[in-house]
């Protein structure tokens, strides 16, 4: 059995999960959203800037790779691109074209290595715990292979 079957039989069931728009995954300590260059011209055009000027006003190079910056704010580190509305929902101001590594919270290969580490990820994502869309493995795999990281 290939050792990737092996590590997802915890979750052979499936498993659940709805965005509550609480913007914990957007936001905490200092961290990395990686994207590629596809992703950055997407997500230029998408701003009506060019890539250069999307590198100079939303980005930084770290470990010679392109990620988004982070705003300081009360509640710790912020996406440069997240937003909360009047009523604390959180949103991303530029949701279509989101990163792959935004578009796969959850199911991050760190996530997913057992039962613990998705407990440990729940703690702060609401949208894991008890209900939400339901995803067959074959759908959780296939988001799992979209993320690059």
Not at 34 to 39: A, L
Not at 105 to 113: D, G, I, S, Y
Request: proline share 7%; hydrophobic share 30%.
């Amino acid at each position: 059995m290939p050792d990737t079957e092996k590590d997802t039989t915890w979750y052979e069931d499936g498993l659940s999960f709805e965005c509550t728009q609480c913007g914990n995954c957007c936001t905490g300590p200092p961290g990395f959203v990686w994207f590629d260059e596809d992703e950055g011209e997407a997500m230029a055009e998408h701003l009506g800037l060019t890539v250069e000027a999307f590198h100079k006003k939303y980005c930084k190079k770290k470990q010679g790779r392109w990620t988004l910056d982070e705003v300081s704010t009360r509640n710790g580190f912020d996406c440069v691109f997240l937003r909360r509305d009047p009523e604390g929902k959180s949103l991303c101001s530029i949701y279509p074209v989101r990163p792959t590594q935004c578009r796969t919270w959850p199911f991050w290969p760190e996530n997913l290595k057992t039962t613990r580490h998705w407990a440990r990820a729940a703690k702060s994502c609401p949208g894991m715990k008890n209900g939400g869309t339901f995803y067959p493995v074959e759908q959780v795999r296939v988001i799992l292979g979209q993320n690059k990281d």
